[in-house]
């Protein structure tokens, strides 16, 4: 743990269907395993859309990429294809499947309140790796209380749940609260609160991140409690260098 006993929190704002969120998470989570203190690490997802306008059926990969980028969509492909590779991650674009995203972050919200933060990234990863490398359609609600149920969650529940609007609203609001924090493009990694990191990163920027916002959390907080006495709460945290910075979220 950091100096006050208070695990250090990352926020991963991302979206089911961005190939480099799903590098970053793995690139990420390489981080996490060399770090010392990982126990001390929670990891909570956010929600992002790279295109809420998208169309609510399923359309081929190949075909959407073609129509935004034309001829270069493949070298673009077959980039984040050896890119996934070098990480153990599979994609399998002549089958990827592209669709609105909503409903499968309202799943993983549900995941978050109803089984945790662990429990959220496993359903995460999951997602990922039968969007990207098993034709999954994630507008499908079968397909997803699928996934749910392979990482723990109660099927029937997730069914319950997904025939509903409920979440909605909050979700939502998370994407809202993501522009207005600037979050204008996925993955953003979000440490504390205060300091952000953005694009899929080499595992070794990730752990030097964690490193660096561990030794200032500490300081900040010892700092503070120092200052205040033995029975004060310290709340907040200097900026870190070499590190973009966001303004808190609030109410987290």
């Known amino acids: 743990m950091t ?3 208070r695990a250090v929190r ?3 704002y991302s979206d089911i269907a961005c190939p480099w969120c799903y590098v970053g998470k793995a690139r990420f989570e390489r981080a996490l395993a060399a770090y010392p203190q990982a126990a001390s690490v929670e990891v909570v997802y956010r929600p992002f859309q790279l295109d809420p306008a998208a169309p609510q059926q399923p359309l081929g990969h190949r075909e959407v990429l073609a129509k935004k980028y034309g001829p270069q969509s493949v070298a673009m492909d077959e980039r984040i294809t050896a890119l996934g590779a070098a990480e153990g991650i599979t994609f399998d674009f002549d089958t ?3 669709n609105n995203s909503l409903l499968a972050h309202r799943l993983l919200r549900f995941a978050l309140d109803t089984a945790g933060s662990a429990t959220q990234a496993r359903l995460k990863g999951r997602l990922m790796a039968a969007h990207f490398g098993e034709g999954m359609d994630i507008g499908d609600r079968g397909q997803l209380a699928d996934a749910a149920a392979a990482v723990g969650l109660d099927r029937d529940a997730v069914v319950a749940f997904l025939a509903t609007d409920e ?14 924090l600037g979050i204008s493009a996925v993955p953003t990694f979000v440490f504390e609160g205060q ?8 595992a070794s920027t990730f752990l030097r991140v964690l490193e660096q916002v561990a030794e200032q959390t500490a300081q900040a907080r010892g700092e503070e409690a120092a200052a205040a006495g033995p029975d004060a709460t310290p709340e907040g945290e200097a900026c870190a260098d070499g590190v973009c910075e966001v ?6």
């Open 167 to 180: 979440l909605a609203a909050e979700v939502r609001a998370d994407i809202d609260e993501a522009h207005e």
């Open 10 to 12: 990352v926020e991963i």
């Open 3 to 5: 100096g006050s006993g």
């Open 96 to 98: 990827v499947l592209e």
């Open 195 to 202: 300091w952000a990191v953005q694009g899929g990163q080499e």
């Open 247 to 252: 303004p808190p979220p609030s109410s987290r």
